[in-house]
């Protein structure tokens, strides 16, 4: 065989071969043979890629794995959850709209329709989360949309998902849900009637404090309006960023149920434990939403928040001896962390407004890992002196 056969035959091999993963497609532009492929895609007739910022075969394999667990139609992955948040708001709403969001929300949210959509004549208003409890009286002639989270940072409160997305769904109001603190594996909002889910993909979807990412999930008709706003805005998530997430998916299912289990018996031992004031978490039976929680989870997550009582000083305390758990926000990566919420969420709250986030200076948000169980009771323990 001469060379040029070979060569041939190993550029044909290449074109054939079957990556088990998705490779990164790092590239900003794709290639088209014709004028009448490029016409083809333009019209909507065509699977090709165009330009990176519109789309990217690598971002698509990682959209259409999260559509799946979403149990939704599509799916779009974009720069952060907060890029998701604001793309999904500029996408579906005009001027004159009005958002109710609950007043028990991630931070940035909140502050982005208070301080950056208000700016565009669209107004907010919040409710709190016993307001939700009857969703027919908070939707007013003029909501467009409404924005809220189950269960809730940093008190892990819960929001009866279908009974919201109903009374929107009755009026003809998008409903949409900040997914991230259940992720799918725990909770499927779309199957209870949500419209749209929301996550920070930064958490738990992802799973390992290395990617920034935000993802979206939902039916075509709403998701292609979101799409026009995504290519205007540029929030589109990074080829690079989109690979790291979905190899960080493979693993979801098997962390969160490590996840489930670690925080379920931390918990039971917190509650147990007279040197804790209260411990907040969706699966014991003393929480104030266990019902509603049982009923639309399937387990109750990673997420802890504890009350140590004795004012910041304690939590102070407490907070500065752990040796296991990571003093550092965020959440749902392999690594145990632990937070302050009074210096990080409600930072520069006043006593009216964390008292109606149900938040106390005492109280400590952990965010349990994948380390043995065990072992993290022993940090607690040592740590609560
Ligand atoms: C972190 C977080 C966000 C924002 O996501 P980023 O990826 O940091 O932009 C939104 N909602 C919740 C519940 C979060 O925890």
Same mark, same amino acid.
């Not at 028990?104 to 409710?127: E, K, M, N, P």
């Not at 929030?235 to 997430?245: G, R």
């Not at 489930?260 to 104030?288: C, F």
């Given at each position: 065989?001469? #060379? ?19 490779? #990164? ?19 909507? *007739? ?19 794995? #999260? ?9 779009? +992955?974009?720069? %952060? ?7 999904? &708001? ?11 969001? %609950? ?14 959509? /208000?700016?565009?004549?669209? *107004? ?9 409890? @009857? ?30 997305? @109903? ?7 998008? /409903? ?15 199957? &209870? ?15 390992? %404090? ?14 292609? *309006? ?45 509650? !147990?434990? @007279?040197?804790?004031? @209260? ?36 939590? !102070?305390?407490?907070?500065?001896? +752990? ?5 550092? !926000? ?8 632990? %937070? ?9 709250? /006043? ?25 993290? #009771?022993?940090?607690?323990?040592? !740590?609560?002196?």
């Amino acid at each position: 065989m001469n #060379i040029a056969t070979q060569l041939v035959q190993r550029a044909r091999g290449l074109q054939n071969a079957q990556p088990i993963t998705t490779p #990164i497609y790092e590239t900003t532009t794709f290639v088209f043979d014709s004028a009448q492929e490029v016409l083809d895609f333009n019209e909507g *007739r065509s699977d090709k890629f165009l330009y990176s910022r519109y789309g990217n075969p690598t971002v698509t394999a990682v959209e259409e794995k #999260i559509a799946k667990l979403e149990g939704a139609a599509t799916a779009m +992955l974009l720069s %952060s959850g907060q890029g998701a948040t604001s793309t999904a &708001l500029f996408g579906l709403l005009e001027a004159g709209d009005e958002v109710v969001c %609950s007043s028990a929300i991630y931070g940035g949210t909140l502050h982005l329709l208070a301080d950056l959509v /208000s700016h565009f004549a669209v *107004r907010s208003r919040f409710v709190s989360v016993e307001e939700l409890r @009857t969703p027919d009286a908070v939707l007013s002639e003029d909501t467009k949309l409404l924005w809220f989270e189950s269960p809730i940072n940093p008190t892990l409160r819960c929001v009866d998902i279908a009974a919201v997305a @109903t009374a929107c769904r009755k009026r003809g109001v998008i /409903s949409v849900i900040d997914n991230t603190f259940a992720s799918p594996v725990n909770q499927s909002p779309i199957a &209870l009637g949500v419209d749209l889910v929301m996550h920070s993909a930064t958490k738990y979807l992802n799973g390992h %404090s290395d990617v920034t990412a935000g993802v979206l999930a939902g039916p075509a008709e709403l998701l292609d *309006r979101v799409q026009k706003a995504r290519k205007l805005l540029g929030t589109v998530l990074d080829p690079h960023a989109a690979y790291a997430l979905g190899r960080g998916l493979k693993t979801l299912t098997v962390r969160m149920d490590r996840h489930n289990q670690s925080a379920m018996k931390i918990a039971t031992w917190l509650a !147990a434990d @007279t040197r804790v004031q @209260t411990v907040h978490y969706p699966g014991l039976a003393a929480h104030e939403d266990h019902v509603i929680a049982k009923k639309q989870m399937r387990g109750f997550g990673g997420m802890i928040c504890m009350d140590v009582g004795g004012g910041y000083e304690r939590a !102070a305390q407490f907070f500065d001896r +752990l040796t296991l758990f990571n003093r550092a !926000a965020s959440l749902g990566g392999v690594e145990s962390l632990c %937070s302050l919420p009074v210096l990080t969420s409600q930072w520069g709250h /006043s006593e009216q407004e964390l008292q109606r986030a149900g938040v106390t200076k005492s109280m400590a948000r952990l965010s349990v890992g994948l380390e043995d169980p065990d072992d993290l #009771i022993a940090d607690l323990d040592q !740590a609560l002196g």
